[in-house]
């Protein structure tokens, strides 16, 4: 939840006093005890190769909205459907460039959506391709659902199941929220874990190891998630990845098995110098840091930790605590800095728990400004996956009588 003006009172003194309650029914209070990390190497040799092979899946809920590039055309296609006389836009959506472009017929007075599915610039032999608005706001903007765009990557052809969303208001806009990806099992350590590739096919040089790789336990398969979500279940893919305290370099691959096309990702073991990382609070359930010689990926740290020397991004923290989630991205800190491992003496990443419901009032002539954040350790915490329905609530007295009360909105 972004830090934010949510609602102005009108206050006849300035001593007026602000109660809050039932800020979000959550308050990460106990501290959690410190105890440092065993520094002792890895028991498996460098090189050691583990790999997954993994299929293809496709979800009911949207995991991500990639925006996509659209050139539009005034003159109609040679071979078009009936068309309304008025409101129809005509181009190519960018679907990863080159021979992936697809044409399009959007007639938004009859809520209609035609794809050229087989990309060959006729509009009337595509049966999958012709798809009818399951919502949105009159001609202005529609959404499309359960389409299955084919592309081609290096080393063979993939699809992926898509929501397309159309809006014209200020100019054309689209955007694809992907409902699949590429997932399997993987045993690291004897640990298993479901891994994917979350790739973005509409990229200009779209590959397997573009976008996001998935890392979470193989118990967890079948729950809902989003890139956007701030859990850190997916991350930025990395050829470099050091996850379970261990060192690894990636490579993904498509193989044909039974007649079907599998991606192989592969888990070649390295062993790089490692210097130490203390991490100050608690709670934590996933640290990330990126923008280093490796993607570090951190579960359940204890308050001492060794990672791969190198200089690292800010972090990105994600706090747990029985079903509640909260998470930090330091990136939008006002002073996010960068985190040098070395292996001569410890770094330092601020951040956990405990976490505080706090909100600041300010006095603006005969109104007060009252500004909600969820602090803790690192800085102000957004929550994962809020209940909306339940918004944090606030009381305000004059001494000792209720003048004012009411929630706060989401924005």
Same mark, same amino acid.
């Given at each position: 939840?972004?830090?934010?003006?949510?609602?102005?009172?009108?206050?006849?003194?300035?001593?007026?006093?602000?109660?809050?309650?039932?800020?979000?029914?959550?308050?990460?209070?106990?501290?959690?005890?410190?105890?440092?990390?065993?520094?002792?190497?890895?028991?498996?040799?460098?090189?050691?190769?583990? #790999?997954?092979?993994?299929?293809?899946?496709?979800?009911?809920?949207?995991?991500?909205?990639?925006?996509?590039?659209?050139?539009?055309?005034?003159?109609?296609?040679?071979?078009?459907?009936?068309?309304?006389?008025?409101?129809?836009?005509?181009?190519?959506?960018?679907?990863?460039?080159?021979?992936?472009?697809?044409?399009?017929?959007?007639?938004?007075?009859?809520?209609?959506?035609?794809?050229?599915?087989?990309?060959?610039?006729?509009?009337?032999?595509?049966?999958?391709?012709?798809?009818?608005?399951?919502?949105?706001?009159?001609?202005?903007?529609?959404?499309?659902?359960?389409?299955?765009?084919?592309?081609?990557?290096?080393?063979?052809?993939?699809?992926?199941?898509?929501?397309?969303?159309? =809006?014209?208001?200020?100019?054309?806009?689209? #955007?694809?929220?992907?409902?699949?990806?590429?997932?399997?099992?993987?045993?690291?350590?004897?640990?298993?874990?479901?891994?994917?590739?979350?790739?973005?096919?509409?990229?200009?040089?779209?590959?397997?190891? =573009?976008?996001?790789?998935?890392?979470?336990?193989?118990?967890?398969?079948?729950?809902?998630? +989003?890139?956007?979500?701030?859990?850190?279940?997916?991350?930025?893919? +990395?050829?470099?990845?050091?996850?379970?305290?261990?060192?690894?370099?990636?490579?993904?691959?498509?193989?044909?098995?039974?007649?079907?096309?599998?991606?192989?990702?592969?888990?070649?073991?390295?062993?790089?110098?490692?210097?130490?990382?203390?991490?100050?609070?608690?709670?934590?359930?996933?640290?990330?840091?990126?923008?280093?010689?490796?993607?570090?990926?951190?579960?359940?740290?204890?308050?001492?930790?060794?990672?791969?020397?190198? =200089?690292?991004?800010? #972090?990105?923290?994600?706090?747990?605590?029985?079903?509640?989630?909260?998470?930090?991205?330091?990136?939008?800190?006002?002073?996010?800095?960068?985190? +040098?491992?070395?292996?001569?003496?410890?770094?330092?990443?601020?951040?956990?728990?405990?976490?505080?419901?706090?909100?600041?009032?300010?006095?603006?002539?005969?109104?007060?400004?009252?500004?909600?954040?969820?602090?803790?350790?690192?800085?102000?915490?957004?929550?994962?996956?809020?209940?909306?329905?339940?918004?944090?609530?606030?009381?305000?007295?004059?001494?000792?009588?209720?003048?004012? #009360?009411?929630?706060?909105?989401?924005?």
């Amino acid at each position: 939840m972004k830090d934010r003006e949510f609602r102005k009172l009108k206050a006849g003194t300035a001593r007026a006093a602000l109660v809050v309650s039932g800020l979000l029914g959550l308050t990460f209070a106990t501290a959690v005890p410190v105890r440092a990390q065993e520094a002792g190497a890895t028991n498996a040799q460098s090189g050691q190769v583990v #790999s997954a092979y993994l299929d293809y899946r496709e979800v009911n809920y949207r995991i991500i909205n990639w925006p996509l590039g659209v050139t539009t055309r005034s003159s109609a296609f040679e071979k078009e459907p009936p068309l309304s006389w008025s409101k129809v836009i005509r181009g190519f959506l960018q679907l990863g460039g080159g021979s992936n472009d697809m044409a399009f017929a959007w007639d938004r007075a009859a809520g209609k959506l035609y794809l050229d599915v087989n990309r060959n610039l006729d509009l009337t032999d595509d049966p999958a391709g012709v798809l009818s608005c399951q919502g949105g706001l009159g001609v202005y903007y529609q959404t499309f659902t359960n389409i299955h765009l084919p592309f081609r990557i290096p080393g063979g052809n993939h699809q992926a199941l898509v929501d397309l969303i159309f =809006s014209n208001y200020r100019g054309l806009y689209c #955007s694809a929220a992907m409902r699949s990806l590429w997932q399997g099992k993987l045993t690291l350590q004897g640990e298993e874990w479901q891994v994917g590739l979350l790739g973005n096919a509409f990229e200009p040089r779209p590959s397997l190891e =573009s976008g996001n790789l998935l890392l979470r336990p193989w118990t967890e398969r079948n729950k809902s998630f +989003s890139l956007n979500s701030g859990s850190l279940e997916a991350f930025p893919f +990395s050829q470099k990845l050091f996850f379970g305290n261990r060192a690894y370099q990636l490579q993904c691959t498509n193989e044909a098995q039974g007649g079907a096309v599998k991606v192989r990702v592969q888990f070649t073991e390295q062993q790089p110098s490692l210097g130490e990382l203390k991490i100050m609070g608690g709670f934590v359930q996933r640290v990330t840091l990126e923008g280093g010689p490796y993607m570090v990926v951190i579960d359940k740290p204890e308050a001492v930790v060794r990672v791969p020397v190198g =200089s690292y991004g800010p #972090s990105k923290v994600c706090l747990r605590k029985g079903d509640a989630e909260a998470y930090l991205d330091g990136r939008t800190q006002s002073s996010p800095g960068r985190i +040098s491992i070395n292996d001569r003496r410890p770094a330092v990443l601020m951040a956990g728990g405990p976490l505080t419901n706090s909100v600041s009032v300010n006095r603006q002539g005969r109104n007060l400004s009252l500004n909600y954040q969820l602090v803790g350790v690192g800085g102000a915490y957004q929550m994962v996956n809020q209940d909306r329905s339940h918004p944090p609530e606030f009381t305000v007295y004059q001494g000792d009588k209720k003048v004012a #009360s009411g929630k706060f909105e989401f924005g």
